[in-house]
Nanobody, 121 residues
Framework: AVHFEESGGDSVQPGGSLRLTCVTSGFWSMAWFRQAPGKEREGVAAIASDGVTTYAESVKGRFTISKDNANNTLYLQMNSLKPEDTAMYYC???????????????????WGQGTQVTVSS
């Protein structure tokens, strides 16, 4: 059965760090998306089955996506957090080696329930 268990969301001050974790039942390609109130869901970072990563311009150099294949766990390390990073963060998965457009939500057909990240002073 498909399984997602996200954790790690919290409230932090600007400049702080958080690590999001998503334990799944196992997918070939995975990604993190986020959605702020009143805004569309946007792709943040993706990782293909061969480990190739893709990042949104807004998070390059601050966020790092990684995975532990042995434990079917996806991570998102978020550093230098900004108030504009505030959103509900979702992990997503798909059974293809590499999505054609890794940061498009249309590529993924399995989604977690989300974990809230709030960046505020």
């Amino acid at each position: 059965a498909v399984h997602f268990e996200e954790s790690g969301g919290d409230s932090v001050q600007p400049g702080g760090s958080l690590r999001l974790t998503c334990v799944t039942s196992g997918f070939w390609s995975m990604a993190w998306f986020r959605q702020a109130p009143g805004k569309e869901r946007e792709g943040v970072a993706a990782i293909a089955s061969d480990g190739v990563t893709t990042y949104a311009e807004s998070v390059k150099g601050r966020f790092t996506i990684s995975k532990d294949n042995a434990n079917n766990t996806l991570y998102l390390q978020m550093n230098s957090l900004k108030p504009e990073d505030t959103a509900m963060y979702y992990c997503a998965g798909v059974y293809v080696p590499r999505a054609l457009n890794p940061l498009s939500s249309d590529e993924y057909n399995f989604w977690g329930q989300g974990t809230q990240v709030t960046v505020s002073s």
